[in-house]
């Protein structure tokens, strides 16, 4: 706990000005920030001893218990004034509890529910997921907490909820294909995540590579080596390929995003300031042996989502929307994968009936970007809609675009290394990368965007950069009626 005060005080020591003012905030908050701490602490102490490893004799072998909270994780609940919290422990706790407090409330406790998880491979081994919600956090303000039980607690972490309202910027890291071997961006997006660089984290699929391999023991490690960044801000997901193993089961039983309990963190969405974000499962496009049941479902929800979303007092109060999924729509890669194809699953819709198609419901409802990962380089796309390029302007293509806007983000870092690109560059590509890297990006008001691409193999270099702007977020059909 002592280092965990000492990051916090020399945030605060490095921004100290010599006035009256200033000290009395500065012991005022301090003083906040202790009092929960030593309350939380005081829990601790006053608790059971936490018993990690409890031997049982099972016959002449001793089998240890371990009900330590392990991987944890937060995402954002049904609403922004909640946090759901969810953590393992290899065996069954006595109860799923979080001790939390903030804003010199009264420190509180919630408690919430354990579920048994059983990976499909051949131990089939089990460990124990438990999920808890903190409701009605207070905006804008700081939360300590730790969970678990009588029987062991974590650490302590702490968390920054959102403002309210839309009028705030909006800042976020984004990446996805990051293993647990050579996870090249993991250390940078660490530091940033604990510096409050981010309100949020996004992993746009394909984790751990893979979670389920040796029995899922390299998930468990993937999440252990996340939780510098996933136990401090909420941790937004989409499954990707590399999750489709028992049915994505890995996915669904390890992760809590809103309306999990009903779509099990396979697609939904969340308002964060003047952004709308949608998650979705563009794998249910490709492993239809588990039937066309999830993906007819996810599109008609998809609809009614960006209806819901592009009525217009609600979008101009909220007006960007962004959407992310694994699989591209388009690609110039050499990999030969299905971006690279015209008739690509996820833009167009199932094979010769094209039923479901995305780009469609991108382009039917004005939705600014579109970011995407799998394959493992960066690329921005210009402004376009089926393989047409629709820029702004020639010498402004991202300010007022007639069509959605583009990227891929999938080189965080896995053990399969790079995606190499087609020697020739396609006209609506317009920016390429393979260097190992993540996407910052914040959104500064309703018409201003900005994202910028990080290069870890250059130190933390910023590659390439970008503002796209909409002074109207319409439909581009009309966009294009109106030049």
Same mark, same amino acid.
């Given at each position: 706990m002592r280092g965990f005060l000492t990051r916090r005080q020399s945030k605060h020591h490095y921004s100290f000005v010599d006035n009256t003012k200033t000290r009395n905030w500065f012991n005022t908050a301090t003083a906040m920030r202790v009092t929960t701490l030593v309350a939380v602490v005081a829990l601790v102490v006053e608790a059971r001893a936490a018993v990690v490893s409890v031997p049982q004799l099972?016959?002449?072998?001793?089998?240890?218990?371990?009900?330590?909270?392990?991987?944890?994780?937060?995402?954002?609940?049904?609403?922004?004034?909640?946090?759901?919290?969810?953590?393992?422990?290899?065996?069954? *706790?006595?109860? !799923?509890?979080?001790?939390?407090?903030? @804003? /010199? +409330?009264?420190?509180?406790? *919630?408690?919430? !529910?354990?579920?048994?998880?059983?990976? @499909? /491979? +051949?131990?089939?081994?089990?460990?124990?997921?438990?999920?808890?919600?903190?409701?009605?956090?207070?905006?804008d303000t700081r939360y300590f907490y730790h969970c678990g039980s009588s029987d062991g607690w974590s650490e302590i972490f702490s968390f920054k909820t959102w403002k309210n309202g839309t009028d705030w910027p909006v800042s976020v890291a984004m990446y996805g294909d990051m293993g647990a071997v050579n996870a090249q961006s993991l250390a940078r997006l660490q530091v940033e995540t604990q510096a409050g660089k981010y309100h949020a984290v996004i992993h746009v699929g394909d984790f751990a590579y893979d979670m389920d391999s040796d029995n899922a023991r390299v998930g468990d490690e993937f999440m252990r080596e996340i939780q510098p960044i996933a136990a401090y801000v909420p941790y937004m997901t989409c499954p990707g390929n590399h999750e489709h193993m028992y049915n994505f089961s890995n996915y669904r039983g390890r992760?809590?995003?809103?309306?999990?309990?009903?779509?099990?963190?396979?697609?939904?969405?969340?308002?964060?300031?003047?952004?709308?974000?949608?998650?979705?499962?563009?794998?249910?496009?490709?492993?239809?042996?588990?039937?066309?049941?999830?993906?007819?479902?996810?599109?008609?929800?998809?609809?009614?989502?960006?209806?819901?979303?592009?009525?217009?007092?609600?979008?101009?109060?909220?007006?960007?929307?962004?959407?992310?999924?694994?699989?591209?729509?388009?690609?110039?890669?050499?990999?030969?994968?299905?971006?690279?194809?015209?008739?690509?699953?996820?833009?167009?819709?199932?094979?010769?009936?094209?039923?479901?198609?995305?780009?469609?419901?991108?382009?039917?409802y004005g939705v600014d970007l579109a970011i995407w990962a799998h394959e493992h380089s960066y690329e921005r796309l210009w402004p376009m809609y089926d393989y047409t390029v629709l820029n702004g302007s020639t010498e402004y293509p991202y300010t007022n675009p007639r069509g959605p806007v583009h990227f891929t983000t999938g080189s965080a870092g896995c053990s399969e290394i790079h995606d190499h690109f087609m020697p020739e560059q396609p006209y609506w590509s317009a920016v390429r990368s393979i260097d190992y890297g993540y996407t910052r990006l914040t959104a500064f008001n309703k018409t201003h965007v900005y994202w910028e691409q990080v290069s870890d193999d250059k130190d933390g270099e910023v590659i390439d950069s970008v503002w796209l702007i909409r002074d109207r977020h319409v439909a581009y059909s009309e966009l294009r009626q109106d030049k």
């Open positions: 099972t016959g002449n072998a001793v089998k240890t218990e371990d009900f330590q909270p392990q991987q944890i994780h937060i995402a954002v609940g049904e609403t922004n004034s909640e946090m759901v919290v969810t953590w393992v422990t290899p065996d069954a *706790a006595n109860s !799923s509890t979080v001790n939390y407090g903030g @804003g /010199g +409330s009264p420190l509180k406790t *919630a408690e919430g !529910s354990a579920t048994r998880f059983t990976d @499909g /491979g +051949s131990e089939k081994r089990s460990f124990w997921v438990h999920r808890v919600t903190l409701p009605d956090l207070l905006p992760f809590s995003m809103p309306r999990y309990r009903d779509t099990e963190s396979l697609f939904f969405s969340w308002n964060m300031g003047p952004v709308h974000f949608i998650a979705v499962n563009t794998e249910a496009y490709y492993f239809l042996q588990y039937g066309l049941k999830p993906l007819a479902r996810q599109y008609d929800w998809l609809i009614e989502d960006l209806k819901e979303a592009t009525k217009p007092e609600v979008r101009a109060e909220r007006p960007w929307i962004i959407l992310f999924g694994h699989r591209p729509m388009y690609c110039s890669n050499n990999d030969h994968d299905d971006c690279t194809r015209k008739n690509c699953l996820t833009r167009v819709g199932m094979p010769l009936i094209h039923l479901y198609p995305m780009e469609t419901l991108l382009d039917q």
